[in-house]
């Protein structure tokens, strides 16, 4: 089933147009990975998908249904985002707490048990709810990006780079806790990331993008295998070479 | 915390500062006469009987100098919230929205800057009678805009880190991410623009009461102390020494302490 579409999606900031043409189908259930190089426009179309940017032209369906038709708090509530940077995307002076209460008292779900639930969830100590997010590492922090993300039970999510700022051990470990979520809470991604390693284990499809259009899209296995497009070749070339050989 | 205590100016200033706030709160218990009631038949220097000495016409200069910081400390702290609420909702509005809605909030700024403000407020507190609570309201509203100018520039920055998108991934309202996330991000400029606003304001109040429009005798205001002694300075240089020793110290002091909390949440300077 068809959890997200899009239909010709163009984005232009003044003349620069960063999402072109982009036809893109993400199916219910599926990591789906989106890659490209810095700029290519991987972000925005992440951004427009999420309503968060207007499109301006073409239209984005989710659950069949054209996002601009749903009510914006009920599509806050079934799409969100984790983002590529837990330092900047937590609110320097909430406690943890909050940050992971605000969603749920913004749509009146007043549940302080929830919060509770959501630390267990994305294994953090209950102890951190008195904590800013300056008193936490990089991993625990970004923990506490999808703890957020998760707390109004969304179904489809769009990871930005989630793990782009993190140390790589730390990154091992925050791909495998949003692998076992995706699985537990039957959940669709949405997957950006700059580099081909990270999606190789990852993503059950990838899509490649370079200059706002999508150029490339197969399994992982077969786009490392037989890439069909020079920058596609680029992109793998760019993967360190022992990491290719492990994972070829 | 600890950058602030190094700094023994800043330090000083607290202490002067806390010890006007005492004397204003304490004044009717720790002056030693009514400050309004004439207690000598003359003028007299200071003394052990009348430590600052006596006024023109007989009061004592002590208590009217303790009565008088409730004047000028209420008067520049009531100004500076009424400015610093009106330079937030200004600053936030223009600083978050943008566009059209910036345009016009901030040429109404550039219009207001550019009226001479002592003249501004001279007008309209002769239109007005001259008493207490329009003093304070009137520097309220001609003291906001450099407060607007900064709250826009912080909103400006702030709107473009990451947690103010995060906010509206959520589903968080305008009015939330203005009030709740950016706001309390930007309030330490804020409150070292009220500290220095403070002492803006109370010297504005002492040069309204010395023009004879502000407050008006016999309740004693350190300004209108100062233009009751004008005419013996000469004779009894004591009447305008001390009320403008204090107007000096209360301004001096929260300079300190708005220098030294700038300096605390701009450590790099």
Known sequence: MEKVKTINLNKEFGAVRAVQDVNLII??????????????????????????????????????????KIPLSELRQKMQIIFQDP?????????????????????????????AELLDLVRLPQSFISRYPHELSGGERQRVVIARALALNPSFIVCDEPVSSLDVSIQAEILKLLKDLQQKLNLTYLFIAHDLAVVYNFCDRVVVM???????????????????QEYTRKLINAIPKKLYQLLA | ????????????????????????????????????????????????????????????????????????????????VIAIIIGIVFGALSGYFGGFLDTV?????????????????????????????????????????????LVRGEFLTQKERQYVEAAHAIGASNLRIIFRHILPNAIAPIVVAATLGMAGAILTESALSFLGLGVQPPTPSWGNMLMDAQAYMRDAPWIAIFPGLFILLSVLSLYFVGEGLRQVFNPKE
């Not at chain 1, 490209?36 to 073409?58: Q, V």
């Open chain 2, 105 to 149: 909030l901030m040429r109404f700024v550039d219009v207001m800057l550019a009226f001479p403000s002592i003249f501004l407020i001279l007008t309209i507190q002769i239109m007005l009678s001259p008493n207490i609570y329009n003093v304070m309201i009137v520097i309220g509203l001609t003291s906001w805009m450099g407060v607007a100018r």
């Open chain 1, 87 to 115: 330092y900047s995307s937590l609110n320097p002076r909430m406690k943890i707490f909050d940050a992971i209460y605000e969603p749920l008292k913004i749509h009146k779900k007043f549940s302080k048990a929830r919060v």
């Open chain 2, 1 to 80: 915390m600890n950058q602030f205590k190094k700094n023994k100016f800043a330090i000083f200033g607290l202490v002067v500062l806390g010890l006007f706030i005492f004397l204003a709160v304490f004044a009717n218990v720790i002056s030693p006469y009514n400050p309004e009631s004439i207690v000598e038949s003359e003028t007299q220097p200071p003394s052990l009987k009348h430590w600052f000495g006596t006024d023109e016409i007989g009061r004592d200069i002590l208590s009217r100098v303790f009565y008088g910081s409730r004047i000028s400390l209420t008067v520049g702290f009531v100004a500076v």
């Open chain 1, 27 to 68: 199916n219910e259930g599926e990591i789906l990975g989106l890659v490209g190089e810095s700029g290519s426009g991987k972000s925005t179309l992440g951004r427009l998908i999420l309503n968060l940017l207007e499109p301006t032209s073409g239209e984005v369906v989710f659950e069949g249904k054209p996002i601009n």
């Open chain 1, 210 to 228: 370079h200059d706002g259009r999508l150029v490339e899209e197969n399994t992982p296995e077969l786009l490392y295998k037989d890439p069909q």
